[in-house]
């Protein structure tokens, strides 16, 4: 990416008070992805057209048998990859690295699944199974004898792009409360009393972007708990990352992303969202199935707050994000890379680079 001689400079910082690690992850591939990727496939049979290929993907989406679709069998191995990582992490530097003391997730059961496999399902053994290969098995636990389990709950604020189609459209509260007792669907159970709807059917990617600047500007910092797991899915987190890139270009955001790896090929989606360019644009490169990534975030102290020590002082605006991913943190606990080292991505941000995707 070039830089862009009209980025504003950064305003004046005043103290930081409020700081979390969010812990960010996209849910892994689920029953409706493998229908998208094969309806895509038989397509291009017989065109290249991406009108038609995106037509061929949406075409499955109103099956009524993949409404709230769960996960798949890959889905659940690209998890495991994950969990291993995460487990290793913490075990190599907890103290930077802390296990999360809560977890937001989306109610969409792709979403539950993930967030219990990754921070509720510890793997204990592998054991051969009939075919030969292995299949590892769980507990419910997350944490060692010396932590508490972390506290789940689902939020309507994050769940996908309301789009209109079955596959996006959740699961009675009764149905997820007997599958995720772990999970407090308060949220939820409040909506629906009061009849109220937060997320509207066939909203636009505005819609989902106010929904992301609200989790920003008052959930993350109206938290007591310090570090935080965060499951949502592809195009939250896009329009999240707009509304970042926004914000950045503005000088309201100082950003550092951590590393650079080719993200060129999402084998998890065959329909145009993926980014030919071998660098990582943090702006425009969409989370695979199954990725954490780990955000350092902080916000500002008010100016008429006095006391750093009171939980109010997270009032003041969110003011900067390390983020990077899991394998970069743990090479960064063997002392292979340091991410202290990388200068602010808000530089690096041409006004034109913001990607529009519908």
């Known amino acids: 990416m070039t830089t862009s001689d009209s980025s504003p400079p950064l305003r004046r910082r005043r103290q930081r008070c409020c700081e979390k690690l969010i812990y960010v992850a996209r849910h892994a591939q689920a029953l409706h992805n493998v229908k998208e990727q094969e309806a895509v496939s038989q397509a291009k049979r017989w065109t290249q057209s991406q009108q038609l290929l995106e037509q061929a993907r949406k075409s499955v989406l109103d099956d009524p048998s993949l409404r709230d679709a769960p996960l798949s069998p890959p889905g659940h191995h690209q998890i495991q990859r994950q969990q291993s990582l995460l487990t290793l992490l913490n075990e190599q530097d907890g103290q930077s690295y802390p296990r999360p003391e809560i977890v937001l997730v989306s109610p969409l059961r792709r979403a539950l699944e993930t967030a219990t496999e990754l921070f509720h399902l510890v793997p204990q053994q592998q054991q051969p199974s009939d075919d030969g290969s292995t299949t590892t098995t769980t507990t419910t ?8 389990p972390p506290r789940f709950v689902a939020l309507e604020v994050l769940r996908e792009k309301r789009t209109g189609f079955v596959a996006d459209e959740r699961s009675s509260v009764t149905d997820l ?5 772990h999970v407090d669907f308060s949220d939820l159970v409040t909506l629906q009393s009061t009849h109220a709807t937060a997320v509207r059917p066939g909203e636009d990617n505005a819609s989902v972007q106010q929904r992301a600047r609200y989790v920003l500007d008052h959930t993350l910092p109206a938290l007591t708990e310090t570090t935080v797991a965060l499951v ?8 999240m990352r707009h509304v970042l890139t926004a914000r950045a270009q503005a000088g309201e955001l100082e950003i550092h992303y951590c590393d ?3 993200n060129k090929n999402d084998n998890n989606n065959n329909t145009g969202d993926s980014t030919n360019d071998k660098s990582f644009d943090w702006d425009r490169t969409l989370y695979k ?3 954490v990534r780990i955000a350092k975030c902080a916000w500002e102290k008010p100016a008429d707050d006095k006391d750093r020590d009171n939980q ?3 009032r003041g605006p969110f003011t900067s994000l390390w983020s990077k991913s899991v394998e970069t943190a743990l090479q960064e606990t063997m002392g292979k890379n340091d991410c202290r080292d990388s200068s602010p991505s808000n530089n690096l941000l041409p006004r034109d680079s913001i990607e529009t995707r519908q």
């Open 312 to 314: 109010q002082c997270c």
């Open 260 to 262: 650079n790896h080719d």
């Open 141 to 148: 636990t997350t944490t060692s004898s010396s932590s508490p």
């Open 232 to 239: 949502t899915h592809k195009g939250w987190l896009r329009e």
């Open 177 to 181: 409360q007997g599958q995720f007792p």
């Open 289 to 291: 199935n199954a990725e």
